[in-house]
């Protein structure tokens, strides 16, 4: 045979076999928990920070992945609540760019933005689908409140109730009608079993198949009401006691109050914290089972802090800009990664469409407008790597009418808080203090205003909300909500005056009269607490006190 003819046959057969030999663009699943605080795991976030994990709670399948890969300890959620930092998540922007900076966002709904989808975004499904590598894409458990999975690009998803799989669907077989409401049965809470079983379907089915995917599992645990199984909380009664364990927390049941039982019975939160991590050990088990480990990233993080402070040394937490309430536990294993190592440069949920777009090999160009940065050097060197963002640093928008009202920016070793009723700032350098006790609003006054010329250039640049607006439009909406109430209320009563005889007219005008009182009684109620808040000067919490 013929030199030119044995170089043909060389090329032809690369050309042939390559594609077998080509790398297999990555899978990734991420397991995002609800509520979890940064130090309710016992894998410790920092090693040198004692308080940085529970001794009660045990998690073995998070300490596994842990060994496996990075544990972030300066990770941050985008919001202090669910709905803003799991919106922001699948769009790779900050809260204040896309709108959303609450539950309940009366202000993005007088934008015209809420119960919609973002259209002029691109959500994490269909960036993976635009990558033209093959994605397919899967959701399941808690939504965004804003969209069906389906919706915003997902392929596989088990939304099949009316509404938004939100937090109901973690106590119900199904939500609506609510007459038709039944409980989860007892050996499911907060679908934590069954939520783990559609994984492992979801990934028996990918693992005959060449296609690479996106699995999200996302927890309804650990949101009130807590829940957990019962033979799981007997195990807790029955081993050393906890550090944050109180007497009340070992009466049976029955001799609890509801609100003890279901928000703050700390052997039930333990075995629910537990059984979460059973979840995500055996999601990790079929991945082995099916030998895609090797070359899938496995994120495991929360959506806020905790909602059962403490959350060890940390201040605050749910529903507050201190650490407790956006730093969360997470750790994340996949190819090429460290092993076994702590970061501690500052990520962000709002950086993993920019990580996923790299990590992914897409050639598409990633979407426009991202605010986050690829997480690949620090996934691959640890401190040694850096994040790139076109933002200046960390940013939070939280103008909330129901809980002190903040705005926080965190760069390099500062974060900067201020208060939106009053103006108020303060600094933390919440490497050296991370219980941000020592407030450095006056030691460093430089570091401050630069901070605070960052954070407001920032969202003035993207039209965020503010105090101002938010009350305003909470006023109209609870005025609103009154004066429709007062109208339907008369409406039925005209409609039962015309069927009833004018000899009972009297005492059913009363006994609406007195309905009419109470329903316009309960939202005076409400808008008194509106009121109130204008006037808090808190950095957590509520105000309770009136003018």
Request: aromatic residues 10%; charged residues 25%.
């Amino acid at each position: 045979m013929s030199p030119k003819k044995n170089q043909f046959l060389f090329v032809a057969f690369v050309f042939i076999v390559s594609p077998l030999f080509a790398t297999k663009a990555p899978n990734f699943v991420l397991i995002y928990v609800d509520d979890l605080g940064w130090a309710d795991t016992s894998v410790r976030m920092m090693k040198d920070v004692k308080g940085s994990r529970s001794y009660f709670h045990q998690t073995p399948a998070l300490e596994k992945l842990a060994k496996r890969g990075v544990v972030f300890s300066n990770a941050y959620a985008p919001a202090p609540t669910c709905t803003p930092s799991r919106i922001s998540l699948h769009y790779g922007k900050t809260n204040a760019k896309l709108g959303y900076t609450t539950v309940h966002d009366i202000a993005a709904h007088d934008r015209g933005l809420k119960e919609s989808i973002p259209k002029d975004h691109i959500s994490l499904p269909q960036m993976f689908k635009q990558a033209n590598l093959g994605y397919v894409t899967a959701h399941f458990g808690k939504g965004i409140a804003i969209a069906k999975p389906q919706e915003i690009g997902y392929d596989s998803h088990d939304a099949y109730d009316t509404g938004d799989n939100g937090n109901y669907h973690g106590e119900f077989v199904k939500i609506a009608p609510v007459t038709e409401r039944e409980s989860l049965p007892e050996d499911d809470p907060k679908r934590i079993y069954s939520l783990t079983e559609t994984a492992e379907k979801f990934l028996e089915k990918q693992s005959k198949s060449d296609n690479p995917f996106f699995m999200v599992v996302s927890h309804y645990s650990a949101h009130v009401p807590h829940d957990a199984s019962p033979h799981m909380i007997e195990k807790y009664r029955n081993i050393p006691r906890g550090q944050y364990c109180r007497d009340e927390d070992y009466l049976d049941p029955s001799e609890m109050t509801k609100s003890q039982r279901t928000c703050t019975w700390r052997l039930q939160y333990a075995a629910m914290v537990e059984e979460t991590d059973i979840s995500l050990g055996r999601i990790m088990d079929a991945l082995d089972k099916h030998n895609t480990t090797d070359n899938t990233y496995i994120i495991f993080t929360s959506d806020n802090g905790g909602g059962l402070t403490p959350n060890g040394v940390l201040t605050g937490g749910k529903a507050n800009l201190y650490e407790g309430g956006i730093r969360v536990p997470t750790v994340v294993a996949g190819p090429n990664m460290l092993k076994d190592t702590q970061c501690d440069v500052p990520i962000t949920q709002w950086d993993l469409m920019s990580t996923f777009h790299d990590l992914s090999g897409s050639k598409t160009p990633a979407p426009k407008g991202l605010d986050g940065g690829s997480l690949r050097e620090v996934f691959q060197k640890g401190n040694n790597g850096r994040v790139e963002r076109p933002t200046p640093g960390i940013i939070f928008n939280y103008p909330y009418y129901a809980a002190a009202p903040i705005n926080a920016m965190r760069v390099g070793d500062y974060k900067l808080m201020r208060q939106l009723n009053t103006g108020e700032e303060r600094l933390y350098n919440v490497v050296e203090d991370l219980a941000e006790r020592d407030n450095l609003i006056k030691a460093k006054p430089e570091i401050a205003k630069e901070l605070a010329k960052k954070m407001d250039d920032y969202l003035a640049a993207v039209n965020a909300r503010k105090i101002e607006e938010v009350y305003k439009v909470r006023f109209a909406e609870l005025n609103m909500f009154k004066e429709k109430s007062l109208s339907h209320e008369k409406q039925k009563l005209e409609k039962v005056l015309k069927e009833t005889p004018t000899d009972k007219h009297e005492s059913l005008k009363k006994e609406y009269a007195a309905k009419m009182e109470n329903i316009a009684a309960r939202y005076d109620k409400q808008i008194e607490h509106c009121q109130m808040q204008t006037l808090n000067e808190n950095f957590i919490g509520g105000n309770y006190k009136k003018k």
